[in-house]
């Protein structure tokens, strides 16, 4: 190449008969690099500019990010357990909402890591970046200590959500375990679709993330703006009834060694926080054992059978999808095509088939390849169907299983720590000092 | 005796607590381990291989961003600085100059400067351009190729999902270490693995 260099001014002519030549060629389909024309000899003393390329965000800055996920995280606990302060809450999570959300713009989140984590376990060329397992594994350790801390004060989808709760309506219960199950199955077609590498889900249909960005698809715009919309009355409804991640979080809060409660000492059964909570997650004292012990040990019986049932039936059903499912990777979808266009069914050729055909890949590797990724839709399917019976069994079995409570208690895997419910506990305004009355405050 | 039966339940839940809790928090910190151990603490941003762009105008309306993150670059050094410039020039153009109805590029994105006879330099205005690749596919048909579209990273928020990578029919974007963060042609490309 550097023999070309020292050429002189002849070069243009060179240039129009070379370009009209080339024109004609048949070659020139795709763009490559191919020096057709030689490097000019300057010799007014020009020098070429040289093409800025500026970096990407410094390195250091996803340190900043860990710091300030540790520091929400302490600090959302601290004002959750140990101050109870409901407006320090909220205030850190404002802060969560501009730092995560508005200036980081939604990412890299935990919700979204759960699918960088699935993909890193599945894909053994995927290395997963140091700052991602963080994100993913840091809220879930901190909650099996203080619940779902993470939620209440740090996350910035839970804040956009929160920021908005107006006129919260109870969501009926049968609706409310119902709608539950969706994030269940959201977690599982997520990490099924990063298994299999078709691509990140839970990303793709993030409601907020357009407003983070200040700019999205219309449709994803729309979606958020729906969203916050019904969360207006139905409080935080991605939370409950969409995040993956949540799921998680809620089966590492159940265990939570130390979590919020609503009163900061003994319940006596005011009611006064019955109605306190917009999330559904405080639970009214059971009362008594409601219909006959025989009948309900029956019922449990038979959903201790179903179970196996489910899990099976589950499994295969899924499984039986992967037709479908495997159309949503890239390269099954390219496969049809391809073989659409070779039978003649889809008369002009797509991009991606053109694209193919001109990688000089021949057809027989890429149907090998997909059968590849079919077969694994189909046991990864297996896998999800079977997770899905289990979940909704063991629904069944909880919903139908009596779990006798004296008093009002908070559902830990539910319960998000937001605090709003402390200000509600006649005990929790003794303990500040702010019972109104007076009169009744002659407890010592 | 009765204290000692209505405790039992509670220590026995309890444990169970406890032991779950245990499980939970060693798969949380197990899976993490195992990733870290392979995860790279090098971050990864997303990149556009020029060899592989088939330059289907894709990158410019799939962006997150109101305006592309992706733009053409250009490599001088392979540049021949032609007059008559098939990344500038649409094909059929009446003249060589700088009109509007001669520019192949939608917005006049591209700066044409005379330098000396009869060489011409061709400068892109990356706020005007689009990324659509139009001059891109004009240049490596019929030139050099020292036109070709690149991920620029003051721009890119570096989405988990790009959502160009998802919508690029040759499969042209992937991840590249963030230390090496374009995959450039020509001297630059070659300065830069060095």
Redesign the interface.
């Known amino acids: 190449m550097p023999s070309n260099r020292h050429q002189s001014r002849i070069t243009v002519k060179k240039c129009l008969a070379a370009s009209s030549l080339v024109l004609l060629s048949p070659s020139a389909a795709f763009a490559q690099a191919v020096e057709r024309f030689p490097r000019p000899d300057f010799q007014s003393g020009y020098v070429r500019p040289l093409l800025q390329t500026p970096g990407p965000r410094s390195f250091w800055l996803g340190y900043l990010d860990i710091f300030v996920l540790v520091a929400a995280l302490a600090l959302a606990s601290y004002f959750a357990l140990k101050l109870r302060s409901r407006a320090r809450m909220f205030g850190l999570m404002l802060f969560s909402l501009a730092y995560f959300g508005f200036f980081r713009r939604g990412c890299i989140c935990p919700v979204g890591a759960v699918q960088n984590v699935s993909l890193g376990l599945f894909d053994s060329g995927y290395a997963v970046p140091g700052i991602v397992i963080v994100f993913f594994a840091l809220p879930l350790i901190l909650a099996l200590f203080f619940g779902r801390t993470f939620c209440g004060g740090v996350c910035p989808l839970g804040a956009i959500q929160d920021a908005v709760v107006l006129r919260p309506v109870t969501v009926k219960p049968w609706i409310a375990h119902s709608l539950g199950m969706i994030p269940y199955a959201f977690l599982g077609f997520a990490v099924l679709f990063t298994a299999t590498g078709a691509g990140f889900v839970v990303c793709r249909y993030d409601p907020f993330v357009g407003f983070f960005r200040f700019g999205a698809p219309f449709t994803m715009l729309l979606l958020g703006a729906s969203v916050l919309l019904l969360g207006t009355v139905v409080a935080r409804p991605y939370c409950r009834f969409l995040c993956p991640y949540g799921v998680l979080l809620g089966w590492m809060s159940r265990l939570s060694k130390w979590h919020v409660r609503t009163s900061p000492g003994e319940c006596n059964n005011c009611r006064l926080c019955e109605e306190s909570c917009p999330f559904g997650a405080i639970h009214a004292p059971s009362g008594e054992f409601p219909g006959d012990r025989r009948t309900g040990a029956r019922q449990l019986a038979v959903l201790l059978v179903l179970l196996p049932v489910l899990v099976v039936g589950g499994g295969w059903t899924v499984s039986r999808l992967y037709v479908p499912l495997s159309g949503q990777h890239f390269t099954v979808a390219l496969a049809e095509r391809i073989q659409h266009e070779n039978t003649g069914i889809t008369v002009p050729a797509s991009d991606e088939s053109n694209a193919f055909r001109a990688s000089g890949k021949t057809t027989a590797e890429l149907f090998a390849e997909a059968h590849v990724i079919r077969e694994r839709f189909k046991t990864g399917g297996w896998f999800l169907g079977a997770f899905l019976g289990l979940v909704a069994g063991a629904k069944l079995i909880g919903l139908s299983v009596f779990r006798r409570r004296t008093g009002y208690s908070i559902d830990t895997s539910a319960c998000f720590s937001c605090g709003r419910c402390f200000s509600y506990c006649p005990v929790e305004r003794e303990r500040l000092g702010k019972n109104q009355g007076g009169a009744e405050n002659d407890n010592e | 005796m009765a204290a000692k039966e209505s405790q039992n339940p509670v220590n026995r839940r309890d444990a169970l607590?406890v032991g779950?809790?245990a499980v939970?928090?060693l798969t949380?910190?197990g899976?993490?381990g195992?990733?870290?151990g392979?995860?790279?603490?090098?971050?990864?941003?997303w990149q556009i291989d020029?060899?592989?762009?088939?330059?289907?105008e894709?990158c410019s309306a799939n962006c997150?961003?109101?305006q592309s993150a992706v733009k053409c670059?250009?490599?001088?050094?392979?540049?021949?600085?032609?007059?008559?410039c098939?990344g500038y020039l649409e094909?059929g153009a009446q003249s060589r100059d700088t009109g509007a109805e001669n520019q192949l590029c939608p917005t006049g994105a591209i700066e044409r400067t005379f330098?000396?006879?009869?060489?011409f330099?061709y400068?892109i205005d990356e706020e005007l351009c689009t990324g659509c690749g139009k001059c891109?596919?004009g240049?490596?048909?019929?030139?050099?190729?020292?036109l070709?579209l690149q991920v620029?990273?003051?721009r890119?928020?570096?989405?988990?999902?790009c959502?160009i990578a998802?919508s690029c029919?040759?499969?042209a974007f992937r991840r590249v270490p963030?230390d090496t963060?374009?995959i450039?042609?020509?001297d630059?490309g070659a300065k830069?693995a060095e």
Request: aromatic content about 8%; overall charge positive.
């Open positions: 607590r779950l809790s939970g928090g949380v910190v899976v993490s195992l990733l870290a392979k995860a790279s603490s090098r971050e990864t941003v020029p060899e592989a762009c088939i330059q289907c894709k997150v961003l109101p670059v250009h490599s001088f050094s392979m540049c021949g600085y032609c007059d008559l098939s094909p330098i000396e006879d009869p060489y330099q400068t891109v596919k240049c490596g048909s019929f030139g050099n190729g020292s070709y620029r990273h003051d890119c928020l570096n989405c988990n999902e959502s998802r029919p040759s499969r963030a963060p374009y450039l042609r020509g630059e830069r």
